[in-house]
């Protein structure tokens, strides 16, 4: 069953994939006018502007220090860290990403560019789903991007 749900999964990954490629996403603001952060109203669109080639930053919001204290360790993988993340203003849970960045010639390197779009356009276009994790916002700093992701306890 779990080798059946996995095939399913990559099956999903790969016709998302195919059906993402070339497609452009937006960035939705919050009513105060922010862009990207967990609360927004509907469904959260986190964009890359100007495409993925000479980046020196993805454009998210920088503020994640200040909306959010880092919890418990809870994994880690081949590009980054997961913690649990508490909402200052809410007191409510997520997890976060920290995938820290990779930089070449002091731009983005076009594969990390990459990555972190497929992952954020994946959260984008599935939205809220009963078999993935909700992305609910996307931050940076010069150091690292982290991904506030949907707590699955």
């Known amino acids: 069953q779990a080798i059946h749900r996995c ?7 790969a016709a998302l994939s195919k059906r993402l490629a070339g497609s452009s996403v937006r960035v939705a603001s919050t009513s105060d006018g ?12 986190f964009a890359i502007p100007g495409g993925s080639s000479h980046l020196t930053h ?3 919001a920088s503020d994640f220090k200040e909306k ?4 418990e360790y809870l994994g880690s993988g081949t590009f980054g860290t997961v913690h649990v993340c508490i909402e200052n203003a809410t007191g409510d849970k997520y997890a976060v990403k ?22 954020v356009d994946m959260g984008n276009h599935l939205g ?9 916002g996307a931050y940076e700093d010069s150091a690292a991007v982290d991904l506030v992701i949907e707590l699955c306890t």
Request: overall charge positive.
């Open 68 to 71: 959010f204290t880092l919890g």
């Open 7 to 13: 095939r399913q999964t990559r099956l999903l990954n």
């Open 128 to 136: 809220r789903s009963l078999n993935v994790a909700s992305l609910y």
């Open 34 to 45: 922010s862009s990207s952060g967990a609360r927004s109203s509907g469904s959260p669109k």
């Open 58 to 60: 993805f454009g998210f």
């Open 98 to 119: 920290t995938i820290p960045k990779k930089k070449f010639g002091g731009y983005l390197e076009h594969h990390f560019v990459k990555r972190v779009q497929h992952e």
